[in-house]
């Protein structure tokens, strides 16, 4: 059985339900899907000091991964936390939801359009474009302003949401929206009827690309950049960190 391991970076469970709802709604029949948060990290994550406070949680649940033998993980939060150190420590493949959600909008136009939660968190998006050698394909960066938590709380969200990815579309005259949040993940069906323009969560682009990868026989080279780690000690808070 192939078994992919979608990690939340934040610890709300309410989230990490969200996201396993829609892996497993993709994933291959045989395909276990284990959807977790770490114990430690931020309740969300919204700002770089969030996301770099998310890493060492990241880590922790990427390493557990390796020793109980999953075979590919899911990053699920739109800023990659953790990415290329989670590629380091993983036999498997890695794949992020915003790398997968922007990969795979590039396959249906032109150009398309991300709108994810808080303003402050469209730089990083712009950022990860450019890691990502998509940017000529990236239109625009919008958000919603709704806080990544109370995305599920607002009675309003899916309106605000269906307004912001309309009004994005029309101002980056985008072929597609990549939703950049993993908790818009379960609105993905009723935004694609609203919109009528392809929709791409990043949950189910990133949970299909491992699932490809797995079934092509791919895993990340281990060879160079992404060899395990050199042995160091790691001290202080982080010593339970030991090298893989
Ligand atoms: O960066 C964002 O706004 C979205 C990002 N934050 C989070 O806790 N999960 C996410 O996908």
Request: glycine share 8%; proline share 5%.
């Amino acid at each position: 059985t192939v078994r992919i391991k979608v990690v939340n970076p934040n610890t709300s469970a309410a989230m990490t339900r969200n996201i396993h709802g829609a892996a497993r709604a993709v994933a291959a029949p045989g395909t276990t899907i284990e959807a977790t948060s770490p114990a430690m990290g931020p309740a969300s994550i919204e700002s770089h000091y969030d996301e770099a406070l998310s890493v060492p949680g990241v880590l922790t649940e990427i390493a557990a991964g390796e020793r109980s033998g999953v075979d590919g993980y899911v990053l699920a939060c739109f800023g990659d936390p953790g990415l290329d150190a989670a590629r380091e420590l993983a036999t498997g493949p890695v794949v992020g939801i915003a790398e997968a959600a922007m990969r795979t909008a590039t396959y249906l136009g032109r150009t398309f359009t991300v709108v994810t939660t808080l303003a402050r968190t469209r730089g990083r998006a712009w950022d990860l474009a450019e890691r990502y050698g998509v940017t000529k394909f990236c239109a625009g960066v919008h958000d919603v302003d709704i806080p990544v938590l109370e995305l599920d709380q607002d009675p309003d969200t899916l309106r605000k949401l269906t307004e912001a990815c309309a009004s994005a579309i029309a101002a980056d005259d985008a072929d597609a929206v990549v939703l950049g949040c993993a908790g818009m993940a379960d609105l993905c069906a009723d935004l694609t009827k609203a919109l009528g323009v392809p929709v791409i969560d990043g949950v189910r682009a990133a949970t299909l690309q491992v699932q490809s990868l797995i079934t092509m026989a791919l895993a990340t080279d281990k060879r160079g950049e992404y060899a395990k780690p050199p042995a160091k000690a790691y001290s202080g808070l982080l010593s339970t960190f030991t090298s893989p």
